[in-house]
């Protein structure tokens, strides 16, 4: 079998009666990040739901036929890869390793052993034929912590890193960027974390190009979300929003029809709480190839899905980036006289209270006017209920114009909301505020602006 997954089979099960010790290679409920020295990714994900021992401070592993198929139990924690094999338990289960290799070689179970305990100079077989080593040890710093580090060699050349704090650190050529229960290194957020920025008042614009039939036939999509409210569930992401938008269409390059809409909606992302563990793994006749990584704007996240050669077809490929969501998406499929793509992209944002980032139309490109009088009459609009408590104040007006943009104020001038309003009366919670005079100025098309007071008890 080969080694490259060693760190892996070591993780996967340790001793129940280390946990109260040092020198521990994993803990139950823990995530451990690991990344390849030559990557700018995580690739791979270990999850531990529960362990097994064997003698006083030793950790083993039987090994299980490694591949990249992973099947849709209910039970599935964690994707394996190329890289490596990838087992957990569950209650009233045993251990299992949930990949089925219909295409795939099986390699033969071995068991590995591993003491964490030893001391420099002291060896034990490791494998049939390979033995382990411990060849140094040495206090240093971990992450920030005062750690121990042992460093255990294997007679097949190989080497692995204890910490003390951390368990294992460095295995041949993965080193661990990030361990998720002690909050250290890099921590792979759940789905609603990418989410995180569509509050009240931001704006998102998308382009889309689609493509059919190398050409014949062609749309481009401009969209743009007022983002309105979010709530986030059990099983979803629901986010109202305000969306307008703009699709052109050519067909054999004569340009044909520009559409527009104007719709108050809701967007539904399901399974907030799911988490797309690195690796590669195959489902059904796709292979899907999942990573993260530091970019400027955060933590990103890039899925790529595409079949076998000689299928055709599709190629999928998504990337988000932590608190703005989907930046990219891109698909494309063709067989036999046939083909279409489509490819989105992020063209622009507007991150609530903040300046916009890249490219955010005007909303007459999308069709949509504002007639503006020549004076707004501030005596118009009405605040109910004013003093407010927890709930909402609403701004009323018979025959007025809709702000472009609503800021509440504070007494000592500092913006705390900043928000887009898409209809009369406008509603503004004040469930977050803290007790205080505020000042909410509507700012209208032309730079004219209406400022009112509002208590909030």
Request: glycine fraction near 8%; include cysteine; hydrophobic fraction near 35%.
């Amino acid at each position: 079998m080969k080694t490259t997954p060693l760190f892996i089979l070591l993780f996967a099960i340790a001793c129940q009666s280390l946990f109260s010790q040092n020198w521990n290679l994993v803990t139950p409920g823990s995530k451990y990040n690991f990344q390849l020295n030559t990557a700018a990714y995580v690739s791979n994900t270990i999850r531990v739901d529960s362990a097994a021992a064997l003698g006083a401070d030793s950790v083993f592993w039987l090994s299980q036929p490694r591949g990249l198929y992973t099947n849709g139990y209910p039970y599935i924690v964690m994707i394996g890869n190329l890289l490596g094999d990838s087992v957990v338990k569950h209650p009233d289960f045993s251990y299992e390793c949930r990949f089925r290799l219909p295409l795939w070689p099986e390699y033969a179970q071995e068991t590995f052993l591993i003491r964490a305990h030893a001391e420099p100079g002291e060896s034990w077989e490791f494998k049939s034929g390979i033995i382990a080593t411990v060849s140094e040890k040495k206090d240093t710093l971990c992450w920030g912590v005062s750690d121990s580090l042992k460093t255990i060699d294997l007679s097949d050349g190989k080497r692995l890193r204890l910490s003390k704090q951390f368990g294992l650190l460095v295995a041949e050529n993965q080193t661990l960027v990030g361990l998720q229960d002690k909050d250290k290194g890099i921590q792979l957020p759940v789905l609603a974390d990418f989410y995180s920025d569509w509050a009240p008042g931001a704006v998102f614009e998308q382009y889309q190009i689609y493509n059919e039939n190398y050409g014949s036939s062609q749309s481009k999509t401009w969209t743009k979300y007022y983002v309105l409210g979010k709530t986030i569930t059990a099983d979803s992401i629901k986010i109202n929003v305000r969306k307008l938008t703009r699709t052109e269409t050519w067909f054999f390059s004569n340009q044909g029809p520009t559409t527009f809409q104007d719709v108050v909606t809701t967007l539904v992302i399901l399974n907030p709480q799911k988490v797309s563990y690195p690796g590669i793994v195959r489902d059904y006749s796709d292979f899907t190839t999942t990573y993260y990584q530091q970019v400027a704007a955060g933590l990103q996240l890039s899925i790529q899905n595409s079949t076998p050669p000689g299928y055709g077809g599709p190629i999928r490929r998504d990337v988000w980036v932590q608190g703005i969501g989907k930046t990219e998406f891109e698909f494309t499929y063709g067989y036999i006289g046939s083909h279409s793509s489509r490819v989105e992209s992020l063209n622009g944002y507007q991150k609530t209270g903040q300046s916009p980032q890249g490219t955010i139309h005007p909303d007459s490109f999308y069709g949509v006017t504002t007639s503006v009088p020549d004076e707004v009459d501030a005596a118009q609009f009405r605040m109910f209920p004013n003093p407010v408590g927890k709930g909402s104040v609403y701004i009323y007006c018979d025959s007025c114009p809709l702000p472009e943009r609503v800021d509440c104020i504070s007494a000592s001038g500092q913006v705390v909301r900043s928000f887009q309003p898409v209809s009369l009366p406008i509603e503004m919670p004040t469930d977050d505020l803290s007790g205080g005079v505020y000042f909410l100025k509507m700012q209208f098309a032309g730079g004219q602006q209406v400022v009112k007071k509002v208590v909030v008890q």
